[in-house]
């Protein structure tokens, strides 16, 4: 026998969205509990008080991110979402193929994918080394102690995007500009909204350049093979750049500089790592996995009636599969809350599961190991600046990460 969202009573009441971390390194200590009692669950959201389900178990991500009766459509009813959008601005933008299904997210994803091939980011390994190298120059020339955030963690996935795009050398400062904006949350929605504005006219005229006089980038080579057999128009070329722009940047600098943490405050780890520098990918893996900060970034919502875990969906009901949850699924994960670089993590979720599965996983990895490989062989000493208990951290977002990491040596 199944229960619908009216007949689920739960214990207790359905609790906020998202839930507070005791501990910068642990998930919400409830999900622990939802997994053992109840892995398809009800939870309000914080930000208007909608219901939607959480999925907080391995298996049940898994189902649910590779159902075709789930839609990403962030404009639909139902669909949960996490932050204040009012609804006429909703409908009015065009959709990123983020949030498209199939077959339109196909067509984009199909275009794009071969800028992502395996092969192609490992040819990317020497221009980012340069660009790590170039960011640690002068952080040591500036001396500690510094804000790791503002001197590596965000620089480094912006200057790599650029090249990745072909954005002229001088145009960098006003990228790194836009990109400090928007994640900046000191600064009024006025100032973020700008920045937003601005960036997205810089790359339409960036995108309109390109179709005249194309570059050896990969903006000009989706414009290329779009060319040989249309698929797109303008705008979707357009919204890809920008979609890359976004999910790229945040994402990368908060592993960076949550990872830089991580391994300061587990010396034990460090030590391991450097004693063993060919734990490196595996150390990735684990990190990515430990901190899943993408945690409720994979929302969908049902399109059709879903049985899940002896729990109905009913079509049009917001879902929140938790990749942070999942990624600490004791069924799959053996003590989950350690951090263990030895693990074999590689099949956590926090790239996401199913159609969308994150493009830039690639690229994510190699810039995630060239980072954390460089700093601490070129500055050895490296440490906090202030207790970890002064930090600040980014709680309550679809996006976990930090605003700052004070570091010196
Ligand atoms: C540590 C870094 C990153 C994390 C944790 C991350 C996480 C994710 C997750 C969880 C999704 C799935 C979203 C969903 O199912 O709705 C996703 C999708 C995506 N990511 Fe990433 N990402 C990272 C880095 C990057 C980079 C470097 C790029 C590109 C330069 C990128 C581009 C994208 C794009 C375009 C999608 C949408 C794919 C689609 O809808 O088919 N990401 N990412």
């Known amino acids: 026998?199944?229960?619908?969202?009216?007949?689920h009573r739960p214990a207790d009441e359905p609790p906020a969205f998202p839930?507070?971390?005791?501990?910068?390194?642990?998930?919400?200590?409830?999900?622990?509990?939802l997994r053992a009692k109840e892995p398809v669950s009800r939870a309000v959201l914080k930000v208007n008080g909608k219901p939607a389900w959480l999925v907080s178990t391995y298996e049940g991500l898994k189902k649910v991110l590779g159902d075709s009766r789930v839609s990403a459509n962030l404009k639909l009813p139902g669909y949960p979402l996490q932050v204040p959008v009012?609804?006429?601005l909703l409908q009015s933008v065009p959709l990123t193929f983020l949030s498209m299904d199939q077959p339109e997210h196909t067509v984009q994803r199909r275009l794009l994918a071969p800028e992502f091939s395996l092969r192609r980011m490992r040819a990317l390994r020497p221009g980012i080394q340069q660009i790590v190298d170039e960011r640690i120059d002068a952080m040591l020339a500036a001396g500690g102690p510094l804000d790791l955030v503002g001197a590596l963690a965000l620089p480094v996935p912006s200057l790599v995007i650029c090249r990745l795009l072909g954005v002229p050398y001088e145009d960098h400062p006003r990228f790194e500009h836009w990109a400090g904006q928007i994640m900046n949350q000191q600064i009024s929605d006025a100032e973020r909204g700008l920045a937003h504005y601005e960036?997205?006219?810089?790359?339409?005229?960036?995108?309109?350049?390109?179709?005249?006089?194309?570059?050896?980038?990969?903006?000009?080579r989706l414009i290329a093979a779009n060319r040989a057999e249309p698929s797109v128009e303008h705008a979707d070329i357009v919204s890809m750049a920008r979609l890359m722009l976004v999910t790229g940047h945040e994402t990368t600098a908060n592993m960076i500089a949550l990872g830089t943490l991580a391994l300061l405050e587990h010396p034990e780890q460090l030590a391991a790592l450097r004693a063993e520098p060919e734990l490196l990918p595996k150390a990735v893996e684990e990190l990515l996995r430990f901190f899943s900060i993408s945690d409720s970034g994979t929302a969908r919502v049902a399109l059709e009636d879903i049985e899940l875990d002896?729990?109905?969906?009913?079509?049009?009901e917001g879902i929140l599969p938790l990749n942070n949850s999942a990624n600490h699924d004791e069924s799959v994960f053996p003590d989950p809350d350690t951090l263990d670089i030895r693990r074999e993590a590689r099949s956590h979720?926090?790239?996401g599961y199913g159609i969308h599965q994150c493009i830039g996983q690639n690229l994510a990895r190699i810039e995630l190991e060239i980072v954390y490989e460089t700093l601490f062989r070129r500055i050895p000493e490296l440490r906090l600046a202030v207790p970890v208990s002064g930090l600040t951290f980014k709680d309550d977002a679809i996006v976990y990460g930090m605003y700052e990491l004070p570091v010196t040596w």
């Not at 026998?1 to 007949?7: C, E, I, L, N």
């Not at 960036?199 to 000009?220: C, F, H, N, R, W």
């Open 349 to 351: 979720l926090a790239f």
């Open 86 to 88: 009012p609804e006429e």
């Open 310 to 316: 002896g729990v109905t969906i009913r079509a049009g």
């Open 199 to 220: 960036l997205d006219q810089y790359v339409d005229q960036l995108v309109t350049a390109k179709e005249s006089e194309p570059g050896d980038d990969m903006i000009s």
């Open 1 to 7: 026998m199944t229960q619908t969202a009216d007949q």
């Open 19 to 33: 839930m507070p971390r005791a501990c910068p390194f642990t998930p919400p200590a409830r999900y622990a509990e």
